[in-house]
C-alpha cells in the first residue's frame, strides 16, 4: 500500500500546468515520507472561485473565494489505530533516521483537498512564481491541514511553513 492521489479537474477557467497531476503525486509522496505517513487516500479537486465560495460559505460561513480547503477524514481512525508524524517520530521533523516507521493508516481516505484555480492564478502573478509552483504549494498546505497541522498561531505557522517549504524544496519547486 502506498499513498495515493485521486485527482479532477472540475473547472475550465484556467489551463493547468503540463504534468500537473503528477506534480501533486510527487508532493504528495515527499510530504508522506516527511510525515512518516505510507499509505491512505488524498483527493484533490481544482474548481473555479465560484464552487470554493460556495464551499467557504458552506463550511467557514465565509462569503468569498479562498486558495485552498481541507476537509480531513482522520477523527474516525480509531483509538487503537496509533498516528505518528513527521515531528514524534524525529524532533527535528524529517524522518532520515532509519528507525523511524512509516505509519500505514487504515483503508479510509486521509481527506479532501479543494484548490480555487482562478485563486491560485493570481496569486502566483501577485508573488512572481510559476502556477506549478502555487499548486504544488497549495496542495501541500492542504495535506498538511489534513494531517493536523495549523497556523493558528506564529509558532504554528512558522512549523507549518518550515514543512511545506522542505517539501517544495526537494521537489524542486522554489520561488
Request: glycine content about 8%; aromatic content about 6%.
Amino acid at each position: 500500500m502506498t499513498l495515493r492521489l485521486d485527482f479532477a479537474n472540475e473547472q475550465e477557467e484556467i489551463d493547468l500546468p503540463e504534468g500537473i497531476e503528477g506534480r501533486l503525486e510527487e508532493l504528495l509522496a515527499i510530504a508522506g515520507a516527511q510525515e512518516a505517513i505510507a499509505t491512505g487516500d488524498v483527493s484533490v479537486t481544482i474548481v473555479d472561485d465560484e464552487a470554493i465560495r460556495a464551499l467557504n460559505l458552506q463550511y467557514r460561513k465565509l462569503d468569498k473565494p479562498t486558495d485552498v480547503l481541507s476537509f480531513s477524514m482522520l477523527e474516525s481512525v480509531g483509538e487503537e489505530t496509533p498516528i505518528v508524524y513527521g515531528d514524534e517520530a524525529d524532533d527535528a521533523g524529517t524522518n532520515d533516521d532509519e528507525e523511524d516507521e512509516l505509519v500505514e493508516l487504515p483503508d479510509e481516505p486521509i481527506g479532501d483537498i479543494v484548490i480555487s484555480a482562478a485563486t491560485a492564478k493570481r496569486q502566483s502573478e501577485e508573488y512572481g512564481h510559476t502556477l506549478e509552483r502555487e499548486l504544488g504549494f497549495l496542495f501541500v498546505h492542504g495535506f498538511l491541514h489534513l494531517i493536523g497541522y495549523d497556523h493558528e498561531d506564529e509558532a504554528a505557522e512558522r512549523v507549518m511553513t518550515e514543512k511545506q517549504e522542505r517539501v517544495l524544496q526537494k521537489a524542486g519547486l522554489t520561488r
